[in-house]
T-cell receptor, first 114, second 109 residues
Framework: EPEVTQTPSHQVTQMGQEVILRCVPI?????FYWYRQILGQKVEFLVS????????KSEIFDDQFSVERPDGSNFTLKIRSTKLEDSAMYFC????????????FGPGTRLTVL | GQSLEQPSEVTAVEGAIVQINCTYQ??????LSWYQQHDGGAPTFLSY????GLEETGRFSSFLSRSDSYGYLLLQELQMKDSASYFC??????????FGAGTRLAVHP
């Protein structure tokens, strides 16, 4: 069964450094998402992406964040200058359609900012 | 604002039936989803309701009442492996899921 994959599984970085989290969505899906989950809290929406552009972003997704689909398979989340409060689990998700279609989540990348 | 309310914890014994309720208040609504998450794991899709009524998938069923802004997840014949957190999530438009805080289910022998 096709699944969303993410790399790395765990990333440790120093405050102020740039990180890039990578995702390979399910191959026939057209909508891509990033969510984050701070330890012990709920999953929070960051951004949705369709047709090579952002379709919606949350207030969390400020100028320090960017997303890109550099080729036909990868979907990346970049945090330009990490802060301690960026430490969280970051989940990529994809769906075939938009609002009426199921989103499937990847295993996540645990980001630790020191 | 947008909010989803669900109980923080539920405890049950193996073989029992448990119902996890979710009430929502969102500016848009396309459907209500349920996800399971084991500690350290990813949210795994369980079910989706766009219309009123009951959807059944094996041991799990989900119900939606749009007029009451209410839904529930019903888990039958509980097994130890069902111990996890369960999240309701609303698709509220603009291609995003809005999650509840999650219900931690503990299944005991």
């Amino acid at each position: 069964e096709p699944e969303v994959t993410q790399t790395p599984s765990h990333q440790v970085t120093q405050m102020g450094q740039e990180v890039i989290l990578r995702c390979v969505p399910i191959s026939n899906h057209l909508y891509f998402y990033w969510y984050r989950q701070i330890l012990g809290q709920k999953v929070e929406f960051l951004v949705s992406f369709y047709n090579n552009e952002i379709s919606e972003k949350s207030e969390i997704f400020d100028d320090q964040f960017s997303v890109e689909r550099p080729d036909g398979s990868n979907f990346t989340l970049k945090i330009r200058s990490t802060k301690l409060e960026d430490s969280a689990m970051y989940f990529c998700a994809s769906s075939r359609g938009g609002d009426t279609d199921t989103q499937y989540f990847g295993p996540g990348t645990r980001l630790t900012v020191l | 604002g947008q909010s989803l309310e669900q109980p923080s914890e539920v405890t049950a014994v193996e073989g029992a039936i448990v119902q996890i309720n979710c009430t929502y208040q969102t500016s848009g609504f396309y459907g209500l989803s349920w996800y399971q998450q084991h500690d350290g794991g990813a949210p795994t899709f369980l079910s989706y309701n766009a219309l009123d009524g009951l959807e059944e998938t094996g041991r799990f069923s989900s119900f939606l009442s749009r007029s009451d802004s209410y839904g529930y997840l019903l888990l039958q014949e509980l097994q130890m492996k069902d111990s996890a957190s369960y999240f309701c999530a609303v698709t509220g438009g603009y291609n995003k899921l809005i999650f509840g805080a999650g219900t931690r289910l503990a299944v005991h022998p």
